[in-house]
Structures are given as C-alpha cells and as structure tokens.
C-alpha cells in the first residue's frame, strides 16, 4: 500500500487471510489516504473486541495468529483500520492517534 501523494510504502497486505479492509491513514508527509477493500463475496465480520497481536511485524488474529497485515508505524502519523479475517471472520479495528 502507498501513498498517493509521496508514493511511500505505508504498509503490506497479506493477500489471501482477509475478507475486508478499510483503513484510514495520516501519511508523515501530511496527506489523508483511505483504502477500502472489499470482496462481492465478502461476509459481514463477527465483532472481535480482542486486540490484534503482532508477530514479525504484521499484526495476527489472536486466535488462530494468522497473519494479515503490516503498518509502518514510522511512515504514518495515525491511522484507524477495521479488517475482518476471512477463515475466521472476526473483525478487528485498530487506531493508533
Ligand atoms: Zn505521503
Ligand atoms: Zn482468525
């Protein structure tokens, strides 16, 4: 994922673990970026108030640790995401101010 005004990477996908994706980011260099990712498949996602855990950098579903994504923390200023897995289908959200 890049941004779309300085074209630095803020982020990886882990192409196949996920169902939906919406995040919205504070990029460092000032512009607001969202990405919405959604399938015509796509299952609305059970609530999950657990928080997601981090392994090797990506952030994982805590129950079952499958991995889904990566936020370069350094690259954004804030940033809010809600992801719902799609083996699981719980959905995380996350918000880093
Ligand atoms: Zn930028
Ligand atoms: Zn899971």
């Given at each position: 994922?890049?941004?779309?005004?300085?074209?630095?990477?803020?982020?990886?996908?882990?192409?196949?673990?996920?169902?939906?994706?919406?995040?919205?980011?504070?990029?460092?260099?000032?512009?607001?970026?969202?990405?919405?990712?959604?399938?015509?498949?796509?299952?609305?996602?059970?609530?999950c108030n657990n928080e997601l855990i981090i392994i090797?950098?990506?952030f994982c579903c805590s129950k079952d640790n499958e991995s889904l994504?990566?936020?370069?923390?350094?690259?954004?200023?804030?940033?809010?995401?809600?992801?719902?897995y799609?083996?699981c289908?719980q959905?995380y959200?996350r918000?880093?101010?």
């Amino acid at each position: 994922m890049y941004c779309d005004k300085c074209n630095e990477s803020i982020g990886y996908l882990c192409y196949s673990t996920y169902d939906r994706l919406e995040l919205k980011y504070k990029c460092n260099c000032g512009s607001q970026g969202s990405v919405i990712i959604d399938f015509e498949d796509s299952k609305i996602g059970k609530k999950c108030n657990n928080e997601l855990i981090i392994i090797k950098n990506r952030f994982c579903c805590s129950k079952d640790n499958e991995s889904l994504i990566t936020v370069l923390d350094k690259k954004v200023n804030s940033y809010e995401m809600k992801i719902t897995y799609r083996s699981c289908n719980q959905t995380y959200r996350r918000e880093v101010k």
